[in-house]
């Protein structure tokens, strides 16, 4: 029986087939042998021993500086022409026990924290208006226009004199209290009665300044 040559090709076909694996595979297993000889020769390499010298650091020499220069002394100015100009006088050291102790406080009029009690209160003859009329009203407060009201602490002694005055309420350094003082004390007074009986007391009084 003759063969037909298509089946002729095929079997060509598959042995070449044949042979191009069995060649990569070859080249494979040859290809990984010389990796890993390669691996192996590299592991085998020796390394030499490193050798640490330790050096010494000699310790830097500490440089003293020198102490700082003292301060300068102050000059003080004095009136003593004998003292020339370019003498320094020495400090002295203060003795705390030769000052002299602070002055004393003024006693406190207590007659101004008694409270007295009374039936009928003091009263300017002539009503708060009497007072108002003696009011002058200080220039410099007239030209600044400065109003308000300054309340003033009366002592109406029993026979209807202003004793003594307290300001309560200030309208500053304008002359203000002082005019209300001098017009509190230009009118008389009926004293506070308890009872039948004058009493001296205190009363706040309020003197108003308004420009007209």
């Known amino acids: 029986m003759k063969k037909s040559p298509e089946a002729d090709l095929r079997r060509n076909y598959r042995k070449l087939m044949e042979l191009g694996m069995i060649g990569s595979l070859a080249i494979i297993l040859f290809s990984f042998l010389g990796f890993r000889g390669g691996e192996i020769a590299k592991r085998n390499i020796e390394i030499p021993d490193q050798i640490i010298e330790m050096e010494e650091i000699p310790q830097t020499e500490q440089v003293k500086r020198q102490p700082p220069p003292p301060r300068p002394s102050v000059a003080i100015p004095t009136e003593d022409e004998d003292i020339p100009d370019d003498e320094t006088i020495e400090e002295t050291d203060v003795i705390f026990d030769e000052i002299p102790p602070p002055p004393e406080e003024p006693p406190v009029d207590e007659s101004a924290q008694i409270f007295v009690a009374f039936d009928t209160a003091p009263a300017p003859i002539g ?12 220039d410099i407060a007239r030209k600044a226009g400065i109003e308000g009201r300054v309340i003033v602490n009366v002592l109406v002694g029993t026979d209807g004199t202003v004793k003594d005055t307290k300001i309560l309420k200030s309208l500053g350094h304008t002359g203000c209290d002082e005019a209300a003082i001098a017009a509190i004390k230009a009118v008389r007074w009926t004293p506070a009665k308890q009872r039948d009986r004058a009493v001296q007391v205190w009363v706040g009084i309020p003197v108003i300044f308004k420009l007209k």
């Open 127 to 138: 009503g708060f208006a009497a007072i108002q009329k003696k009011l002058k009203y200080p």
